[in-house]
């Protein structure tokens, strides 16, 4: 690409958790790159250098100067003073945050209601200590990079969020948007309201972290034993399981920690965000799937009073959703079918990954110029022929896998396709890699959705999950309607959102249905978007009679989704796949190495 005569180049830049960086090129979303996918640490939370430098490299020319503005995602400085505490390299954000906050409760052996008091005279205390707090922090943290002395612009974390929605058509049709924004913290705030029509962006109500229905459901995913910001959908797939008298039981306990007043606003009991003491007094005793349902049903009655209370105020019927909690699908379906609304859009990926998406939206506002509408998500990085060349020459890989080399797509699809009909599970390693935390098809791991026995293969052979979480499938945008029952007739290409399904989906794809509830998170494959793909499902269909694939994330438990193909020939050697797509290259791993 030409970037000589290019005078609005945005450089977005988020540190912190699942930190990313995100190029624009007048107003052209140009690449998103998370550090996770360079570092190999899973939701890494740090200053995205690599993606900074592989940004840059990649499409500038190493240049940063050509870079017109930075634009971050932490208005109050927050975050870089905790990476300036705590360190910039990438790093799991367990590791210091979740270990060290009750460094102090643990201490107190008695939870009174004194040490409450004590907490809320704490956070008074320290909110008088930040008000008079005037260090730059943004700019100690830029002066640690190749960013030093570099304009940048500072917008709330929040802001992000709603300004992330912004960037897709679906709400730019010239009608008002009511845009919710709802996660753990960020800027101060855990959830906002906004209005949103052509272009213009106003905030109407905000909630303070200590009232955060995403700390809430957090700390419930530490009690359980799980990774807090990682591990929540555990609890979300394990929810049908319980027993819906014993939820409601809990439930009604939990509703006294955290509620909605009648001003639309969240109040709690004691601070979300060192809820946990708390907690563990009503949730001792419970099972697992007990307090999964109580929390998941906790969230989607609170959420959707949430909703409806600013849609009957603003008489404003279609709303976008943005913030890590809206990661949970099972409450975007149940937003999806209030009869108060009418349409909806869910970020795809709203966690802390997707906020340079809205720090480009307000920079391009800042430059007088319009952001235009992301579509497909395969934003990352890909590898030509050339590469793959030199890896099966560097790593001797003619001593590991047959490698037969393809004309094109189609025709190794013909092949891949004949494969999946034979129940043989393929990885696939084709073209730019999918932004975000769900797998799109070009990193993904794909099989037969109609063998219910595959699950135990992919988990025992790769994979490695939790037993009761379900896989999701890629369909075929013509044959959606077939599988799913959406009456609202909601877009479904970034596996955002569930549904219920069909029986026909239960046959064709039962190893990608929740087992117990029955309901379906799919991609809708869309041709223009992803010819090689579709093409491949389409051979598929041709051969079985079904218009759809299970597809899972290409990596091992514990790793972020694979990016080169390096990283997915490693993958295969260390676990029970066999076959790998990459471009038109397909590898089959000799048998003694399996």
């Known amino acids: 690409m030409d970037i000589e005569n290019d005078k609005n180049i945005v ?36 200053f995205p250098i690599r993606s900074l430098h592989e940004t840059v490299n990649k499409y500038l020319g190493g240049d940063f100067s050509k ?35 009750y460094k102090l ?16 005279i704490y956070i008074y205390l ?49 009608k008002s948007w009511l845009l919710f924004t709802l996660d753990g913290e960020g800027d101060g705030l855990s959830s906002t309201v906004n209005i949103y029509k052509n272009g213009k962006l106003k905030r ?48 009604k306990q939990l509703e006294s920690y955290l509620w909605l007043n009648k001003k639309g606003e969240f109040e709690a009991k004691y601070p979300c965000d060192s809820i946990l003491p708390f907690l563990s007094e009503i949730y001792a005793f419970e099972r697992f799937d007990v307090i999964s349902g109580a929390i998941q049903k906790l969230t989607e009655k609170l959420i959707s009073n949430w909703i409806e209370f600013w849609v009957e105020k603003e008489k404003i019927k279609n ?11 099972k409450a975007a379906k149940v937003i999806s079918e209030m009869k108060i609304i009418d349409e909806i859009f869910v970020m795809p990926s709203s966690s802390d990954e997707s906020l340079p998406f809205g720090a480009i939206w307000l920079a391009n ?26 890896l099966i020459e560097v790593k001797n890989l003619k001593d590991k896998f047959y490698i037969d080399k393809y004309i094109n797509y189609e025709a190794v699809n013909l092949e891949v396709a004949d494969l999946l009909a034979n129940n043989e599970i393929i990885a696939r ?72 399904s069909t029986n026909l989906a239960r046959k064709h794809l039962a190893a990608a249905v929740h087992p117990r509830d029955f309901t379906m998170r799919p991609q809708e494959v869309i041709k223009e978007w992803n010819p090689s793909y579709h093409d491949l499902i389409l051979k598929y269909k041709e051969k079985t009679g079904m218009s759809g694939l299970l597809n899972t994330s290409f990596n091992l438990h514990g790793e972020p989704n694979v990016s080169s193909p390096l990283e997915a020939i490693r993958t295969v050697l260390d676990s029970g796949l066999k076959y790998v797509l990459i471009n038109n290259y397909l590898f089959k791993k000799k048998e003694n190495l399996s």
Not at 17 to 22: A, E, I, K, R, Y
Not at 29 to 46: A, Q, V, W
Not at 70 to 98: H, Q
């Open 204 to 251: 109407i109500s905000a909630n303070k972290k200590d009232v955060s229905i995403g700390y809430l459901f957090s700390e419930t995913t530490s009690y359980l034993g799980m990774k807090s910001n990682q591990h929540e959908f555990k609890l979300m797939g394990m929810a049908p399981y319980a027993d819906p008298s014993q939820v409601e039981r809990l439930l």
């Open 67 to 101: 870079v017109n503005l930075f634009s971050i995602s932490d208005s109050d400085g927050s975050a870089a003073k905790y990476l300036l505490k705590n360190g910039m390299e990438p790093r799991e954000y367990i590791d210091y945050y979740w270990k060290s906050k």
């Open 126 to 174: 320290k909110k008088i200590v930040l008000a008079f707090d005037k260090n730059d922090y943004h700019k100690v943290i830029f002066n640690s990079t190749p960013l030093k002395d570099k304009q940048y612009l500072k917008n709330d974390h929040h802001l992000c969020h709603a300004a992330s929605i912004a960037c897709f058509e679906k709400v730019n049709d010239g």
């Open 105 to 120: 409760w643990n201490k107190i052996k008695n939870y009174s209601r004194l040490n409450i008091y004590l907490k809320k």
């Open 365 to 390: 506002k800042n430059l007088k110029i319009n952001t235009k509408f992301a579509k497909d998500l395969y934003l990352g990085s890909k590898f030509d022929d050339d590469y793959i060349e030199d």
């Open 429 to 500: 390693c084709v073209g730019r890699e999918e932004w975000g935390a769900r797998a799109l098809g070009n990193r993904s791991i794909l099989c037969n959705a109609s063998k219910f026995e595959n699950i135990e293969r992919l988990n025992n052979k790769i994979k490695n999950r939790d037993f009761w979480m379900p896989f999701t499938p890629s369909i075929l945008q013509e044959d959606l309607k077939f599988y799913i029952k959406n009456p609202k007739r909601i877009k479904a290409p970034y596996m955002a959102i569930t549904f219920e």
């Open 11 to 46: 450089l977005a830049i988020h540190y912190g958790h699942n930190c990313t960086v995100g190029l624009s090129i007048n107003g052209k979303i140009i690449s998103m790159l998370s550090e996770e996918r360079l570092c190999r640490i899973k939701n890494s939370t740090g």
């Open 319 to 329: 709303v976008g959703l943005s913030g890590g909690v809206f990661m949970n699908v």
